[in-house]
Structure formats: structure tokens, C-alpha cells
């Protein structure tokens, strides 16, 4: 009961109840106009791009930004994208040909492509894209980084420039382009998908500085140029990993064109060389807490060769390499990132852990002999 009253006897007066009156809105009857279609197209004026499209004008006016960001930036470096055709011989009759794509970098023909397209050829022929051709020798070649210089033997060439790729970005545009049947072009594009990858080359030292990107790479196109919105190198195509649907990776500019200058200069990148076999290896948290290192592991040794700078400096089977020069190594990477060319011929300071005690010994490296 609510009030004396029963529920269904409050219900059902509620159902009596007249409904509040709403206010609908006035509906005002319109007119139907027809439109010729005709007029208004014409009323848009000739500047209006959709009326320029309609009556047929150049398909320039149906791109958006980023089609004309493409299109041009493949206008601006397609020129000075070559195919690079090599041979090389196997035994004394057989010859193995291969091919792959390059990049003018100067108008008196040098030419960047990887050092697994060039490595080693008995002969190398270059189609420009205007479709000439011409003979090419290689000026300087380093499998450790995977890039190769080659001089090609033609004038009146169109190049490339290097950009600025600590500038890149991860999402923008880029661009791979490449020439692996001659003078026809193909061109992918993307975006940046991730900076700073690392990637082993060919002769197993690790390539630092890595682009990674999901411009497709098609057969052919190692050695090409990955380049930006506006036309600069920002890395050079070398490789993909088929099983993940797509992921390629770029040499990073700056890397290419410092290799590229000493290709030129001398013909070889210099590498310092201790004559050292070792492992990554974790360090226990005492001894990494008692000697205060920057890092939780460094570099085993396990081997020494015989009148390497490291056997002259005093280094043992079983020294773990934790800093040179004062730089922590961690890994076996770390050290061979530290051996560079400017530590040939010199004394740097090599901080093991030799069982209770951390010594600093003196090490002059020598130059490294290349591998391929």
C-alpha cells in the first residue's frame, strides 16, 4: 500500500493520465529545382583543379601530396640510377653472371652499389638509363659493410646526392628505387619503419645504423637508393628478410658516404686488428659491483694468435675485455666498433679481468686484412 492506495490502483491511473502535449516542429513544404549539372561544372572557372580533371587535362592534376611527393622525388634520382651487371669467373672456363643496381654519386661517374652485387667481378657492365652502356672497374670495395665503389667509363652523367640521415624519421616517406632489367626503372614506397637496427654482413661483422623500412625490395634492386620525400639518399638497399612479409633494410647515408670517400681515397676502409678469438660473457654481480664496471658482462677470450699485437700486449686466454680507451665493451659488437681506423699503428689501453684483478694493458693494434 502507498498512501492507503494499492500499486495497481496507482498504475492504472497513471495509464488515465492524458499525455503532455508536445510542440512538433512546422513542416514547411519545399520545391523541387532541378540543376543542369552543365552550368554549375562550367561556373567553376578554369584554375579549379577538378574542373581541369573532368575536361581531360594532365593527370598531374589528380595526384595528391603524397603521389607527388613520390613522383618527384623519383624524377629528381631515377636519372642517376644505373643496372650493374657483373661476371665472375668459377674455375678456369665457367663464368657466373649476376646483376643488381647502383647510384651515381658524382658527375665524373662514381657509382655506389653493395659489395655483394660487385665483390670480386672478372667485368662489370653499367646501363645508364638513358640506355647506354659502359664498362665499369671497381675503385674500392669493403664486404665489411657491404658496399662497393665503382668508376664508370662515361661522360654527360646525371648523380645523386647524400642527405642527412640522423635527420630521418621513423613514419616518412621513403622511397626505394632500383634497375634491375636495364633502363626500366621500379620504384616501391613507404615509410621508415624503425632506425638503428643491426645487421650481420657477409663476412660476419656487424653493420651498425641499419634503416629498416617496408618499401619493398624487388630482385635486383640491391644497391639502389632509399631516398625521401625530396630526392636525397637517405640509405642504400641491402637486404630483405622474406619470411617477414616485406621487411627491408638500408646502409644508412651517413655510413655509405663516409665509406664511399675513403673507397675513393684509398681505395679500402682501414680497420685496427688485435688477433683476438672471443665471446660475449655475463659477469657475476659481485665482481661487477666489487670493480665497479660500467657493464654486466664483456668479451671472453679464447684465443690468441701467435705474434698478434694482443699476444705482444700481455693479453691471456681467459681475460674478459671489459673497456678500451675507457669505453665500456660488453659484447663482442662493442669491440669490434672500437677497433677502427684511427687505432692502427697506435697504444690503446685494453681493461680486462684477468680471475681477481682488473688490469689495464697497452695494445697496438694493426691493420685488419680484409675478409670476403
Same mark, same amino acid.
Given at each position: 500500500?502507498?498512501?492507503?492506495?494499492?500499486?495497481?490502483?496507482?498504475?492504472?491511473?497513471?495509464?488515465?493520465?492524458?499525455?503532455?502535449?508536445?510542440?512538433?516542429? &512546422?513542416? $514547411?513544404?519545399?520545391?523541387?529545382?532541378?540543376? +543542369?549539372?552543365?552550368?554549375?561544372?562550367?561556373?567553376?572557372?578554369?584554375? +579549379?583543379? /577538378?574542373?581541369?580533371?573532368?575536361?581531360?587535362?594532365?593527370?598531374?592534376?589528380?595526384?595528391?601530396?603524397?603521389?607527388?611527393?613520390?613522383?618527384? =622525388?623519383?624524377? &629528381?634520382?631515377?636519372?642517376?640510377?644505373?643496372?650493374?651487371?657483373?661476371?665472375?669467373?668459377?674455375?678456369?672456363?665457367?663464368?657466373?653472371?649476376?646483376?643488381?643496381?647502383?647510384? %651515381?654519386?658524382?658527375?665524373?661517374? @662514381?657509382?655506389?652499389?653493395?659489395?655483394?652485387?660487385?665483390?670480386?667481378?672478372?667485368?662489370?657492365?653499367?646501363?645508364?638509363?638513358?640506355?647506354?652502356?659502359?664498362?665499369? =672497374?671497381?675503385?674500392?670495395?669493403?664486404? +665489411?659493410?657491404?658496399?662497393?665503389? %665503382?668508376?664508370?667509363?662515361?661522360?654527360?652523367?646525371?648523380?645523386?646526392?647524400?642527405?642527412? /640521415? /640522423?635527420? $630521418?624519421?621513423?613514419?616518412?616517406?621513403?622511397?626505394?628505387?632500383?634497375?634491375? @632489367?636495364?633502363?626500366?626503372?621500379?620504384?616501391?614506397?613507404?615509410?621508415?619503419?624503425?632506425?638503428?637496427?643491426?645487421?650481420?654482413?657477409?663476412?660476419?661483422?656487424?653493420?651498425?645504423?641499419?634503416?629498416?623500412?617496408?618499401?619493398? %625490395?624487388?630482385?635486383?634492386?640491391?644497391?639502389?637508393? %632509399?631516398?625521401?620525400?625530396?630526392?636525397?639518399?637517405?640509405?642504400?638497399?641491402?637486404?630483405?628478410?622474406?619470411?617477414?612479409?616485406?621487411?627491408?633494410?638500408?646502409?644508412?647515408?651517413?655510413?655509405?658516404?663516409?665509406?664511399?670517400?675513403?673507397?675513393?681515397?684509398?681505395?679500402?676502409?682501414?680497420?685496427? @686488428?688485435?688477433?683476438?678469438?672471443?665471446?660475449?660473457?655475463?659477469?657475476?654481480? &659481485?665482481?661487477?659491483?666489487?670493480?665497479?664496471?660500467?657493464?654486466?658482462?664483456?668479451?671472453?677470450?679464447?684465443?690468441?694468435?701467435?705474434?698478434?699485437?694482443?699476444?705482444?700486449?700481455?693479453?691471456?686466454?681467459?681475460?674478459?675485455?671489459?673497456?678500451?680507451?675507457?669505453?665500456?665493451?660488453? /659484447?663482442?659488437? +662493442?669491440?669490434?666498433?672500437?677497433?677502427?681506423?684511427?687505432?692502427?699503428?697506435?697504444?690503446?689501453?685494453?681493461? $680486462?679481468?684477468?680471475?681477481?684483478?682488473?688490469?689495464?694493458?697497452?695494445?697496438?693494434?694493426?691493420?685488419?686484412?680484409?675478409?670476403?
Amino acid at each position: 500500500m502507498i498512501g492507503g492506495r494499492s500499486r495497481a490502483w496507482t498504475a492504472r491511473r497513471a495509464l488515465e493520465m492524458p499525455a503532455p502535449r508536445r510542440h512538433l516542429p &512546422r513542416v $514547411v513544404p519545399f520545391e523541387f529545382v532541378p540543376v +543542369d549539372w552543365g552550368d554549375a561544372r562550367d561556373a567553376r572557372g578554369p584554375d +579549379d583543379p /577538378s574542373a581541369a580533371a573532368s575536361d581531360g587535362a594532365p593527370d598531374a592534376a589528380l595526384l595528391d601530396a603524397y603521389s607527388q611527393a613520390v613522383t618527384g =622525388a623519383v624524377a &629528381r634520382v631515377a636519372p642517376a640510377v644505373a643496372h650493374v651487371r657483373v661476371e665472375r669467373k668459377r674455375g678456369a672456363r665457367s663464368v657466373e653472371a649476376g646483376s643488381g643496381s647502383g647510384f %651515381l654519386i658524382t658527375p665524373d661517374g @662514381y657509382l655506389v652499389t653493395n659489395s655483394h652485387v660487385a665483390g670480386g667481378a672478372a667485368a662489370i657492365e653499367v646501363t645508364l638509363p638513358d640506355g647506354r652502356t659502359a664498362s665499369a =672497374a671497381i675503385v674500392g670495395d669493403d664486404p +665489411d659493410s657491404d658496399l662497393a665503389v %665503382l668508376k664508370v667509363a662515361a661522360g654527360d652523367l646525371a648523380w645523386s646526392r647524400f642527405g642527412d /640521415s /640522423s635527420a $630521418v624519421r621513423v613514419g616518412q616517406i621513403a622511397i626505394a628505387i632500383g634497375s634491375p @632489367y636495364g633502363f626500366q626503372h621500379t620504384v616501391t614506397a613507404g615509410i621508415v619503419s624503425a632506425l638503428g637496427r643491426s645487421m650481420r654482413s657477409r663476412t660476419g661483422r656487424m653493420l651498425d645504423n641499419i634503416l629498416q623500412t617496408d618499401a619493398s %625490395l624487388n630482385p635486383g634492386n640491391s644497391g639502389g637508393p %632509399l631516398v625521401d620525400a625530396r630526392g636525397a639518399v637517405i640509405g642504400v638497399n641491402t637486404a630483405v628478410i622474406l619470411p617477414a612479409q616485406g621487411i627491408c633494410f638500408a646502409i644508412a647515408a651517413s655510413t655509405a658516404e663516409r665509406v664511399a670517400i675513403l673507397l675513393i681515397r684509398e681505395g679500402r676502409v682501414r680497420r685496427a @686488428y688485435l688477433g683476438i678469438g672471443g665471446e660475449t660473457l655475463a659477469l657475476p654481480r &659481485r665482481i661487477v659491483r666489487h670493480f665497479g664496471l660500467a657493464r654486466d658482462s664483456g668479451v671472453r677470450i679464447e684465443t690468441v694468435e701467435g705474434g698478434s699485437p694482443a699476444a705482444a700486449g700481455d693479453l691471456h686466454r681467459g681475460d674478459v675485455v671489459v673497456a678500451v680507451d675507457g669505453a665500456p665493451v660488453a /659484447s663482442v659488437d +662493442d669491440l669490434q666498433r672500437l677497433l677502427v681506423g684511427d687505432a692502427i699503428g697506435r697504444a690503446v689501453d685494453v681493461t $680486462v679481468v684477468r680471475r681477481d684483478r682488473v688490469l689495464t694493458l697497452p695494445v697496438t693494434p694493426r691493420e685488419s686484412t680484409p675478409r670476403r
